[in-house]
């Protein structure tokens, strides 16, 4: 085994520091439940609090077109109510839709529902994601993302294989689910004009703004589920901590040293490289505890780790061993992980924020709301009492906002207008949107799409240009969809289409901070001076090389699972291509043709170097840097275009290609003649 040099950080961690104040004011009580994951698989479905609500459900959502379910997470509305309508014969004309914001979440519960109907997957229960279908027509009850719906409706605006939809987790608000909302709503509208089969509409969460649902849904009624809830414990930290992660990882193991084995400890944090890192902390730490103190598994989760991977939070811990799972938002609603009596909340998630003045979309770290705070906490004591640290001060919490802001609000929606128009929406200007984005990024997503040549104006009107047809038949980014249609003018539409697949997965490769000399020297060799879109290119070339050997990507360090998935979207994408009627061709070694494609596709993304050795973004002149991450980072190119900007300390660009001014200028000569540095137009 290799050998730390490092004192074990254990050393560090001065067990029983106190951290924590007890909240009084929350006390939250319960009904007592008996609960086993062991009994059959019946018996427990009868156990869920829903078996008793049952014929009243049943009978509500029979008599009503819409309908609103509110009912804490694991109290079985998604796994049950899907199974219930088709038991009862509601909707038996066709298929119930179940929809999910996340793949995860879609995978798992089909899983589970085909194992409670005693059936395979893919036959009366499936579920169809983002480049993975496992349906066949035999299917009945459909787990799917809501992107995947959304996709489906470009072909089908009334929706029409669908009798019932449910919109599941309808408080995570993602961009997707608001656009869904609005265009379910429509199809249910409209089929009734038109006389067709009904659409029922079912929207659960475990919380959310119910009269804002209500209201939008035609005044549906709202159904409350009896919960089943624990006492709960709430604990603040009496200061405020300038460091949430090393707060999270003394709270772990303060709880480690004194609870029982068998209960388990969910985190929850923001992002891969901060829960790799904690993860890989803590099983240093466990490693040096006196063996008083039990084992410990731990356990990463978030949306860009491999399904399977993901998986592994529902296996219980071993005997006599704790499970401490770091997760992101994921672990709020979406999946329902059994066994937790411990929350660690370090308040803070990533999400995405817009400003339409500067015209970017950032991932930022920021603090949560006492919505999803209260959500955290409440994933401990779920069968039985728990307890929720809270990584800061009571004060606080009450600073927090009370929701969280819906995403379409804090987005670039140049990828939603583009989807709508595509689905025929005749004034998507005036979309109905249950919250609308504000007319600043309405109007700069219009200009965007324009930019690249999606959309004009035509008699005060936006439509949709022939191009723009194409762009919405790639489930991808705008500026993306139009790289890769752009890809046969350069001939290199085979190397674009595999940079776009590297960079719609997430995570190709690992970066385990304590071998960091290693993976700088297994990188060197494919390390590219033309930026990281080559280098990614030449590590995706090697592994097709490498015959996609997992003996290959462990001397690499690079993810094999997701590299794979890269190769399904591929496929995909070049099947899409083969249909679009665009001419494949690789550019061999001559990757300067990638560059100049993707400086035609990205210009919006471009930013220049500055006199004084630093870069500002040209869409907007905002100062950014290049992120450590970046093979580009030692270097100061002229120009680079960026995939992304990520907002810790500073603002940074991720994943950079070199370019020339000229390339950009050839891509857009009014924008930049307005945008570049006088000496170089
Ligand atoms: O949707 P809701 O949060 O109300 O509950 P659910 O997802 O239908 O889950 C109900 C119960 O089914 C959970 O408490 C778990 O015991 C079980 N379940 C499971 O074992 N495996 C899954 N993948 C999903 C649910
Ligand atoms: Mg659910």
């Known amino acids: 085994m290799p050998h730390d040099p490092d004192p074990p950080p254990a050393k560090r961690f001065k067990p029983g520091s106190v951290l924590f104040r007890l909240d009084k004011n929350k006390p939250r009580m319960l009904l007592p439940t008996k609960g086993s994951a062991t009994s059959p698989i019946d018996v427990q479905r009868k156990r869920l609090p829903i078996y008793q609500a049952k014929p009243q459900l049943l009978n509500q959502l029979r008599q009503h077109h819409s309908a609103i379910l509110i009912g804490e997470t694991g109290s079985g509305k998604t796994t049950q109510i899907p199974q219930y309508l088709y038991e009862s014969g509601i909707g038996r004309q066709g298929v119930i839709a179940v929809t999910q914001p996340r793949r995860v979440a879609a995978v798992s519960l089909a899983a589970r529902v085909a194992e409670e109907k005693r059936t395979p997957l893919g036959k009366l229960v499936g579920y169809t994601v983002r480049f993975e279908d496992v349906t066949s027509f035999e299917t009945k009850l459909k787990f799917l993302t809501d992107g995947m719906l959304l996709r489906e409706a470009i072909g089908d605006p009334l929706l029409l294989r669908y009798t019932v939809v449910v919109l599941d987790e309808a408080h995570e608000r993602t961009v997707h689910t608001d656009v869904l909302f609005g265009v379910v709503k429509a199809a249910q509208h409209k089929r009734r004009e038109l006389n067709k089969i009904p659409l029922k509409v079912i929207v659960m969460s475990a919380t959310m703004d119910v009269d804002l649902f209500s209201e939008y849904f035609d005044k549906s009624p709202v159904l409350y589920l009896e919960g089943r809830q624990h006492p709960l414990q709430v604990y603040y930290t009496k200061q405020p901590q300038a460091d949430y992660l090393q707060a999270a990882l003394v709270s772990v193991f303060q709880i480690h040293q004194e609870a029982p084995p068998s209960h388990d400890i969910l985190v929850f944090m923001t992002g891969q490289e901060e829960i790799e890192s904690l993860a890989r902390t803590c099983r240093d730490i466990s490693k040096h505890l006196p063996d008083s103190c039990c084992l410990m598994v731990v356990v990463p989760l978030y949306a860009s780790l491999p399904p399977a991977q993901q998986l592994r939070v529902f296996r219980p811990a071993p005997t006599g061993c704790r499970k401490v799972i770091l997760s992101t938002n994921i672990a709020e609603t979406s999946v329902t992980i059994s066994g937790i009596k411990y929350v660690v909340d370090t308040g803070m998630v990533k999400a995405k924020r817009f400003s339409p003045d500067s015209g970017l979309e950032v991932l930022a770290v920021q603090r949560v709301s006492k919505a999803q705070a209260w959500q955290r906490a409440g994933r401990a004591g779920r069968e039985d009492s728990g307890s929720c640290y809270r990584l800061y001060t009571e004060q606080e919490f009450n600073q927090l906002a009370p929701m969280t802001v819906p995403e379409i609000q804090r987005c670039n929606v140049a990828a939603v207008m583009l ?74 539409a085979d190397e674009i289409l595999s940079i776009v697949s590297l960079l719609s997965v997430d995570a190709v490769l690992f970066n385990p901070p304590a071998r960091r000399e290693e993976v700088l020297a297994a990188r060197k060799k494919f390390s590219s001076s033309e930026g990281d879109h080559i280098t990614l290119l030449n590590i995706y070339r090697s592994f097709k090389k490498a015959g996609g050997s997992k003996e290959w990507c462990r001397e690499n360090f690079v993810n094999s699972r997701n590299m794979g998935l890269v190769k399904e979207v591929q496929a995909q994408l070049r099947d899409i291509c083969l249909k679009l009627n665009l001419k494949l061709e690789s550019c061999g070694a001559d990757t300067g043709n990638v560059r100049r494609c993707l400086a035609h596709g990205m210009f919006v993304n471009a930013a220049e170097l500055q006199l004084d050795g630093s870069y500002l973004a040209l869409h907007t002149h905002q100062p950014v840097a290049i992120h450590p991450s970046s093979v580009l980072f030692q270097a100061k190119p002229a120009y680079v275009i960026f995939n992304q900007l990520l907002h810790t300390s500073r603002c940074y660009m991720r994943d950079l290609c070199l370019v020339d001014a000229d390339w950009l200028l050839d891509a857009a000569p009014d924008y930049f003649s307005r945008k570049l540095r006088p000496t170089k137009s």
């Open 419 to 492: 989807q709508l128009m595509a689905l025929g929406i005749p004034d998507v200007m005036h979309f109905d949107f249950m919250s609308k984005p504000s007319p600043e990024a309405v109007r700069s997503a219009v200009e965007h799409l324009e930019l690249l040549g999606a959309v004009e104006w035509k008699d005060g009107q936006v439509l949709l240009t022939a191009l723009g047809k194409k762009m919405a038949s790639l489930p991808l980014e705008p500026r993306y969809a139009k790289t890769i249609l752009l890809s046969p003018n350069y001939s290199c």
